[in-house]
T-cell receptor
Framework: QKEVEQNSGPLSVPEGAIASLNCTYS??????FFWYRQYSGKSPELIMS????GDKEDGRFTAQLNKASQYVSLLIRDSQPSDSATYLC????????????FGQGTELSVKP | EAQVTQNPRYLITVTGKKLTVTCSQN?????MSWYRQDPGLGLRQIYY???????DKGDVPEGYKVSRKEKRNFPLILESPSPNQTSLYFC??????????????FGPGTRLTVL
């Protein structure tokens, strides 16, 4: 069973700090990775996708991928209380287009 | 407005009474999928569909059926619901199902309770 693993948290950071969320995956063949944000009682919302090694920036969000280490992370700069949510990492297993494996999510709390 | 809709949003039923949860998207997406979310177990994929008349099992398909007769609709059928199917269900869609492009948009969720 291919796995995507995340620390469940909760991760608590002060307002304005950088929040760092981490994810590891077991399928070395996975080619694309997704970060979703889920507010309590709401549906997941895609915030970042990354397909190649290195960094990808979008506003206050930066996704980092290291395929050799099978590691993907999400950095949130200048964290705001509105960023408090659960962040889900997801990856499709190699050769199984259509399947998507989610990690259990990391709960982030940004304190004013 | 581009969206994925699910109905009903909340449902309480009894063991063995067949039910259908509908899912519809208005974005002309090829790919659709169903998930269930349970505390401590996260989001798990039930079934997915790469296109009309093409469906395949996810990680937890037992006890569920799906069909994809039209591009916009992907209903989830529980022929004989059991209490262990009490969960929060999400439908999702994406333009393409191939892994590199599978950026999924989620519906609002259906909270199902089976007594």
């Amino acid at each position: 069973q291919k796995e995507v693993e995340q620390n469940s948290g909760p991760l608590s950071v002060p307002e304005g700090a950088i929040a760092s969320l981490n994810c590891t995956y077991s399928d070395r063949g996975s080619q694309s990775f997704f970060w979703y944000r889920q507010y309590s009682g709401k549906s997941p919302e895609l915030i970042m996708s990354i397909y190649s090694n290195g960094d990808k920036e979008d506003g206050r969000f930066t996704a980092q991928l290291n395929k050799a280490s099978q590691y993907v992370s999400l950095l949130i700069r200048d964290s705001q209380p509105s960023d408090s949510a659960t962040y889900l990492c997801a990856a499709p297993p190699y050769g199984q287009g259509g399947k998507l494996i989610f990690g259990q999510g990391t709960e982030l709390s940004v304190k004013p | 407005e581009a969206q994925v809709t699910q109905n009903p949003r909340y449902l309480i039923t009894v063991t063995g009474k067949k039910l259908t949860v509908t899912c519809s998207q208005n974005m002309n997406h090829e790919y659709m999928s169903w998930y269930r979310q349970d505390p401590g177990l996260g989001l798990r994929q039930i079934y997915y569909s790469m296109n009309v008349e093409v469906t395949d099992k996810g990680d937890v398909p037992e006890g569920y059926k799906v069909s994809r007769k039209e591009k916009r609709n992907f209903p989830l059928i529980l022929e004989s619901p059991s209490p262990n199917q009490t969960s929060l269900y999400f439908c999702a869609s994406s333009l393409y199902g191939q892994s590199s492009y599978n950026e999924q948009f989620f519906g609002p969720g259906t909270r199902l309770t089976v007594l």
